[in-house]
C-alpha cells in the first residue's frame, strides 16, 4: 500500500519535549512554540532554533497577539517572571524579529534539503514524481502562476489515489526569488519533497512559521503564468 504524503514525520509533535507558553499558559510541543533568549546584558532575542545559551522562555502566540501583548505590558510582565528579574530590555521590533528568524530558519532547512538531494525543483520532474506516487509534500512560491501548481496538485492528487479530494501543494509565505536563493538554483517556482522525513522537517518549521504571521499573510497564486519550464532550472555559481 502506497504511503500518503506527509503521514510519517521526522519526530512527532506528541513525542517531542513539551513547554509552557509565558502567555497562555498552554503546554505545546516545544517544536511548535518559539523560544525568548535572556543575554547576559539583560536583552531578549527570538532563538527561533532554540540553540541560544543560558535561560529561555516560549510562547504558542502569533504576531499580532505577540505586538499587543508587548504594547499593553503582558510580554514583560511575563517575561520578569520566567526570568525572575524586571531588569529585561525587549526589542520594539521583537515581533518583526521572530517572523524573519522564523522565515530564515525555514528557508535553511529547504536549503540543506536540496543539498541532501531530498527535494525536487523543476515542473516536469515533480509532476513526473507526483504522479508516480514518489511526492510526499508540494510547495509553490507565492507568485507562482495560478496554471502551474493547479497542474502539479492534480498530479499529486493522482499518483496518491485522492482524485476529487482537495489535495494541493502548500503556497509558500515568500516568492520565487526567496526559494533561489535558499535553494541556491535559478527561477524556483515550485519544490517537491519526495522522502517523508524530510517532509517532516520542512513541515515542521513551516507550520510554525506560519502560524506565526497568520494566514493572512500567505499568498495566493498569481494568474500570470509565469511558472519555470520544466528543466530550465540552474545552480546558481
Known sequence: MRKLPN??????????PHRKCILTGESLPQEALV???????DGIAADVRAKAPGRGAWISVDRNALEQAQA????????????????????????????????????????????????????????????QGDLQMLLHAADAGRDGSS?????????????GQDVRGQILPVDRQALSVALGRQNVVHIGITDHRAAGRISHMLDRWRH??????????????????????????
Open 35 to 41: 523560544r525568548l533568549a535572556l543575554s547576559p546584558d
Open 7 to 16: 503521514e510519517t514525520p521526522s519526530k512527532p509533535l506528541d513525542r517531542a
Open 72 to 131: 499593553k505590558g503582558a510580554l514583560k510582565g511575563a517575561l520578569s517572571r520566567a526570568f525572575k528579574t524586571g531588569k529585561l530590555d525587549i526589542p520594539d521590533d521583537l515581533a518583526a524579529q521572530v517572523e524573519n528568524a522564523l522565515e530564515r530558519a525555514t528557508l535553511d532547512r529547504l536549503g540543506l534539503e536540496a543539498r541532501g538531494g531530498m527535494l525536487l525543483t523543476g515542473s516536469e520532474k515533480i509532476e513526473t514524481a507526483a504522479r
Open 151 to 163: 497542474k502539479l496538485d492534480q498530479a499529486w492528487r493522482v499518483g496518491s489515489d485522492r482524485e
Open 212 to 237: 506565526f504571521i497568520g494566514s493572512d499573510k500567505v499568498g495566493g497564486a498569481s494568474d500570470d503564468g509565469g511558472d519555470e519550464g520544466g528543466e530550465a532550472e540552474k545552480k546558481v555559481a
